[in-house]
């Protein structure tokens, strides 16, 4: 299942599909991008990041794109299972100049893993 | 385990009473981090510490506050919660900016409820 852009907030996948969950980002000045899971109840937990230097960068079962020309960035989980069921947000780095990292976090995107 | 700790996870408060969050860190982190996060929407920030040095957003209303005695404790002040201030409050650390990842760790967050 495929996610085109932040209107579609929800996505729905079966278990053992692959998904993929799309963002637009705002800053073309932004070197920095983190995708965050957060499950119901819970703080967002780190997934994977990639530098404005690099277009592709893959984890275990994850895999973030990022195309600076269109800002657009996506997030593809291979083989997706239940307990990927989460809202799944996209953050920039907006602020190197200063002491501190600033994200500026997309909408989010609910994933629903369905049996 | 290194981690972010935040007490209490869930806090009851009345309109107008003044009420304090917590963070706590293991990680030695410079920066620490207060975001906002309300039902269905990103966390948005409030403000950020660097060692001692405070940073505020600039559409951060006056009523919240924060202190940070030390590195490993940050507190949130809310000096008179109204009902629009209910919310999930997350506390998150990173490394200074300058170094190889701008990767903010998160707690559970505290869900706080005005009645």
């Known amino acids: 299942g495929e996610n085109v852009g932040l209107h579609l907030p929800t996505l729905s996948v079966q278990e053992g599909d692959n998904s993929i969950i799309n963002c637009a980002y705002s800053n073309s000045a932004s070197d920095y991008f983190i995708w965050y899971k957060q499950e119901s109840g819970k703080g967002p937990q780190f997934i994977i990041d990639?530098?404005?230097?690099?277009d592709k960068r893959q984890g275990q079962r994850v895999t973030v794109l990022l195309n600076k020309t269109v800002k657009h960035l996506s997030l593809q989980i291979a083989a997706t299972q239940p307990g990927d069921s989460a809202v799944y947000f996209c953050a920039e780095n907006t602020d190197s100049t200063g002491t501190a990292s600033k994200l500026t976090f997309g909408t989010g995107t609910r994933l629903q893993v369905t049996l | 385990d290194a981690m972010v700790i935040q007490n209490p996870r869930y806090q009851v408060t009345q309109f107008g009473k003044p009420v304090t969050l917590s963070c706590s860190q293991t990680l030695n982190h410079n920066v620490m981090y207060w975001y906002q996060q309300k039902s269905s929407q990103a966390p948005k920030l409030l403000f950020h510490y660097y060692d001692k040095d405070f940073n505020n957003e600039a559409d951060t209303p006056d009523n919240f506050q924060s202190r940070r005695p030390n590195t490993s404790f940050c507190f949130l002040d809310i000096r008179s919660p109204g009902l629009g201030d209910a919310a999930m409050y997350l506390c998150?650390?990173?490394?200074?900016?300058?170094?190889?990842?701008?990767?903010?760790?998160f707690g559970p967050g505290t869900r706080l409820t005005v009645t």
């Open positions: 998150a650390t990173s490394r200074p900016a300058g170094t190889s990842r701008y990767e903010q760790y």
């Open positions: 990639i530098r404005s230097n690099m």
